[in-house]
């Protein structure tokens, strides 16, 4: 069976905490630099450690990644079809108050596509579809193969309750995707047959994250 492991990138430097999204120029902190080592001294030590490599072209998860295309001595493929959600209040400081403002409750009226943002369902179809060329990449290597793509928290999100079958509606706060976690989905040719997800760096998560990260 092949199995593909989405990893989130680690933390970023974000003072201002601004909702960066897409934004260029958003690196990791020092913290974020030391998960990405950890990401890939993880997989470096695996027993099948991962043949294809895949990152969003985002900073802060090139910056991830590298790490481990280091160790493994692998190309890493930069796909489009992984990034970031697409949020309209990309740039700003989301609070209470600024969401309370007429122009930006006009964004807020359908929470279920989200009417903010880039819509769910578009999410799990460009995570599917870029998860299905890394399968087609895998099956040259054997059965077994393994590839890691590492992208960002909405949409990893997004493509594990699509792949458990639960409504893509949800509470950003209850997301269970840390930084540089791993969710794991295992393939019998294109049958998803399992999701696993582990946070291996628990104990580096900072105390309060920025949302739609």
């Known amino acids: 069976m092949t199995t593909i492991h989405l990893v989130r990138h680690g933390e970023v430097d974000n003072p201002e905490r601004i909702l960066y999204g897409r934004l260029p120029n958003f690196g990791l902190t020092e913290r974020g ?63 209470g108050r600024m969401l309370a403002e007429p122009r930006n409750l006009l964004r807020l009226y359908n929470p279920l596509t989200p009417s903010w ?17 890394l399968r087609t990449k895998l099956a040259k290597h054997g059965p077994e193969a393994e590839g890691v793509i ?12 699509a792949g458990e ?12 995707c840390d930084l540089a976690s791993i969710t794991s989905f295992t393939f019998e040719s294109s049958t998803l047959v399992s999701v696993s997800y582990e946070s291996i760096c628990a104990d580096l998560q900072p105390g309060q994250a920025v949302a739609g990260a």
């Open 33 to 95: 630099h030391e998960m990405a080592r950890r990401v890939g001294e993880h997989f470096a030590a695996a027993s099948a450690p991962p043949v294809e490599l895949v990152c969003s072209p985002l900073l802060r998860a090139q910056q991830t990644i590298t790490p481990l295309r280091q160790r493994l001595e692998l190309p890493v493929f930069t796909d489009d079809r992984v990034i970031e959600a697409a949020n309209s209040f990309e740039g700003q400081k989301v609070n």
């Open 117 to 133: 943002g880039e819509p769910y369902r578009q999410i799990v179809l460009r995570m599917q579809a870029g998860m299905a060329s």
């Open 150 to 161: 590492v992208s960002h928290q909405l949409p990893i999100w997004m493509t594990r309750l």
């Open 165 to 176: 079958e639960r409504s893509l509606v949800h509470d950003p706060r209850k997301r269970e």
